[in-house]
């Protein structure tokens, strides 16, 4: 553990500048913090708030494993006759 970085989370949330509002918010847009789809001022929030919270940076290093470990597997093929079915289902675009 990175005492100096458990400092510094501890020190923010003393001083009001972490909340655990900042995590749930955090937590809701892992996905899009890290495929890169946040504006970029919500980056550096997130970034900062990173930083500073060894739970959050531990959800996101579990959701980087997680999305590269999916990434590997490959795509199945559906049977010819089961996509003809959804699409029948779907109605023509």
Not at 7 to 24: E, I, N, T, Y
Not at 78 to 90: E, N, Y
Request: proline share 5%; glycine share 8%.
């Amino acid at each position: 553990m990175n005492l100096a970085r458990l400092f510094r989370a501890c020190w923010a949330v003393l001083r009001g500048k972490a909340s655990h509002l900042d995590c749930m918010e955090m937590r809701g847009n892992a996905s899009a913090y890290l495929e890169g789809e946040v504006s970029p001022g919500q980056k550096l929030r997130y970034d900062r708030h990173v930083r500073l919270c060894l739970a959050c940076s531990a959800f996101l290093e579990g959701l980087r494993k997680t999305i590269a470990a999916l990434r590997g597997i490959p795509p199945e093929s559906l049977p010819a006759d089961a996509k003809a079915k959804i699409l029948r289902q779907i109605g023509p675009k």
